[in-house]
């Protein structure tokens, strides 16, 4: 089941910076971080994975831990459009598409 | 280049039927996975088809089946329906089915009412 644990909900003001903790601690050296997002009633959306580096695209920034035992979502301005839950999670290389998805954090992006 | 795209998009049965859904996934990809969404279990695995294979499969009962075709299109099935299996069903595709990197592409799901 899900390795990964977030906290329920979170509150942002639009302009700011949406920090989203993730904790996996149990997560081994081959398994990759993801995240993802689903905004009500659309399919879950794409954002980003890493394995032990940071990384930064387009969308966001997730910076991992050295122990890679938590991680950390960053929405460097958070628009309106970013309200939604936000899974993260664990996954090895190679064991297919067998996403957890786990309960997400629900993010409220506020005027 | 278009999207995953399910069909149907809503539909209502009632207990003891069964239910057949779609999804076409986008053009080149050949992994179809389909998920179960619910407000009590939130989203979870059902199962994964590549190149016409089961490659994995979740934890759920033998009513939930799938397949895939040539074409890479999946069709999931569930037979004697029960009311826990009133869900939002997502497809999602992708190239692989492994490794490092491997983007998941979800459709926007068929939801399903049972009565």
């Known amino acids: 089941d899900a390795k990964t644990t977030q906290p329920t909900s979170m509150d942002c003001a639009e302009g700011r910076a949406a920090n989203l903790p993730c904790n996996h601690s149990?997560?081994?050296?081959?398994?990759?971080v993801y995240w993802y997002r689903q905004i009500h009633s659309q399919g879950p959306q794409y954002i980003i994975h890493?394995?032990?580096n940071n990384e930064t695209n387009e969308m966001a920034s997730l910076i991992i831990t050295e122990d890679r035992k938590s991680s950390t979502l960053i929405l460097p301005h958070a628009t309106l459009r970013d309200t939604a839950v936000y899974y993260c999670?664990?996954?090895?290389?190679?064991?297919?598409?067998?996403?957890?998805f786990g309960s997400g954090t629900k993010l409220n992006v506020k005027p | 280049k278009a999207g995953v795209t399910q069909t149907p998009r809503y539909l209502i049965k009632t207990r003891g039927q069964q239910v057949t859904l779609s999804c076409s996934p986008i053009?080149?990809?050949?992994?179809v996975s389909w998920y179960q969404q619910t407000p009590g279990q939130g989203l979870q695995f059902l199962f994964e088809?590549?190149?016409?294979?089961?490659?994995n499969k979740g934890n759920f009962p033998g009513r939930f089946s799938g397949r895939q075709f040539s074409n890479s299109r999946s069709e999931m099935n569930v037979s004697t329906l029960e009311l826990g299996d009133s869900a939002l069903y997502l497809c999602?595709?992708?190239?692989?089915?492994?490794?490092?990197?491997?983007?998941?592409?979800f459709g926007p799901g068929t939801r399903l009412t049972v009565l």
């Open positions: 999602a595709s992708s190239l692989r089915t492994s490794g490092e990197f491997n983007e998941q592409f």
């Open positions: 149990t997560i081994s050296g081959n398994e990759y």
């Open positions: 890493g394995l032990k």
């Open positions: 999670i664990v996954r090895p290389v190679y064991n297919f598409n067998k996403f957890y």
């Open positions: 053009s080149g990809h050949r992994s």
């Open positions: 088809y590549f190149s016409e294979t089961q490659r």
